[in-house]
């Protein structure tokens, strides 16, 4: 059972647009969201991440908005670079039920020159 | 530093062999995770571990053993290899086991079993 969705699986984008990366839950527990970027052959990195007790985050380009009524969230690019090209997961933890993350199944991003 | 590494990269088994997946960090981190990345699907954690002497199972354990002799290592045991177990595994190790500290990946195992 996935509780945490990346319905999207590849999205392409012109370069010095947004990009917009969707992820989905299921699981009300969870109160934590981190975003992380992976290239090919190499582990995953950690990116962004973002508090329930918030609904928005920005760390420069990157900007992770939550929505807990929709258990529902984004992260958004800008300007997208073609150095952005990579999967991109989101990952949900509840500290209260053990901690554990769960990943979504990724969303390949393609940022076109 | 090195981060966290791990070895071989790549492995080809038979059905029924058994190898051992292994990582190390430099970090001094504490806890330290064993996640599995079929395609498609997203990261699936198999055993973790809050320190040295201490491990415990996650969401996809079976088939496989872990032990945790010191900080640094934190190898993976697949015994009895089946198709099924055909994935690309990532080691994780984190300073500590709250939400709000991220985890630091090895660049993966690619492994197949035929």
């Known amino acids: 059972d996935q509780q945490v969705k990346q319905n999207s699986p590849s999205l392409s984008v012109q370069e010095g647009r947004i990009s917009i990366l969707n992820c989905d839950y299921t699981?009300?527990?969870?109160?934590?969201f981190l975003w992380y970027k992976k290239y090919p052959a190499e582990g995953p990195t950690f990116l962004i991440s973002?508090?329930?007790?918030?609904d928005k985050n920005e760390d420069g380009r990157f900007t992770v908005f939550l929505n807990k009524s929709a258990k529902h969230l984004s992260l958004h690019i800008v300007p997208s670079q073609p150095g952005d090209s990579a999967v991109y997961f989101c990952a949900a933890s509840a500290q209260d039920a053990g901690n554990q993350f769960y990943f979504g199944t990724g969303t390949s991003l393609t940022v076109i020159p | 530093n090195a981060g966290v590494t791990q070895t071989p990269k790549f492995r080809i088994l038979k059905i029924g062999q058994s190898m051992t997946l292994q990582c190390t960090q430099d970090m001094n981190h504490n806890y330290m995770y064993w996640y599995r990345q079929d395609p498609g699907m997203g990261l699936k954690l198999i055993y973790y571990?809050?320190?040295?002497?201490?491990?415990d199972k996650g969401e996809v354990p079976n088939g496989y053993n872990v032990s945790r002799s010191t900080t640094e290592d934190f190898p993976l045991r697949l015994e009895l290899a089946a198709p099924s177990q055909t994935s690309v595994y990532f080691c994780?190790?984190?300073?500590?086991?709250?939400?709000?500290?991220?985890?630091?990946f090895g660049p993966g195992t690619r492994l197949t079993v035929t």
């Open positions: 994780a190790s984190s300073y500590l086991w709250t939400a709000s500290y991220e985890q630091y």
């Open positions: 699981n009300s527990m969870f109160d934590y």
């Open positions: 571990s809050v320190g040295a002497g201490i491990t």
């Open positions: 973002i508090s329930s007790i918030k």
